[in-house]
C-alpha cells in the first residue's frame, strides 16, 4: 500500500509542475523577464487564424517520477508475491525503465499546449505569421491588433 501512495504523490507532482507551463506562451501572459522591458508597438490586420498545437516536452521530471513509480510499484507487487534476491531486482527494474519511458511520454502530453497561427498584415503591407497560445484574447479575420515586437520574439494583442 505505501508503494501505491508514493505512486500516487509522484504522479500529483508531475501534473503540478507540468500543469503550471502551460500558459508560458499566451499573448496576454508575460514573464518575470519581460517586465520593465520596452516592446515596439506595430499595428495589424488579422487575415487568418488557425488553431495549432504548440509540442509539449519530455523531460526529466516525467521519466523521473515515472520511474520512481514503477519501481515502487513493482517492489510492493514483488515484496506481496513473496519475491527475493534477483527477481525482486529484475521486475524493479524492468518496471522503473517502463514507468520512466511512460513517465517522459505523460509529461509530453500534459506539457502540450492549445495555440493559434495568426497570420498578420501590418500598413507597409507586410506580411507575418505568429503562433502564440490561446490565452483570454479574442480574435476574429479583419480585426486590427497590436503586434508587440522584441527582438524576434511577437505577440498579438486586441
Known sequence: MRGISCGILALAFVAGVTGCASNKYDGDNYGRIDARKAFEVMPATI??????????TSGVVGGVAGGAVGATGANAVASSAGATGPWRNFWAILFGVGGAGAGAVAEQRLTTIDALEIMV?????????????KG?????????VSVLIQGSERRVRP
Not at 507575418?128 to 497560445?133: A, D, K, N, R
Open 121 to 133: 498584415k501590418y500598413p507597409d503591407g507586410r506580411v507575418e505569421s505568429i503562433v502564440q497560445g
Open 47 to 56: 487575415l487568418k487564424i488557425t488553431p495549432v498545437k504548440i509540442e509539449g
Open 136 to 144: 483570454n484574447d479574442v480574435f476574429t479575420v479583419g480585426q486590427e
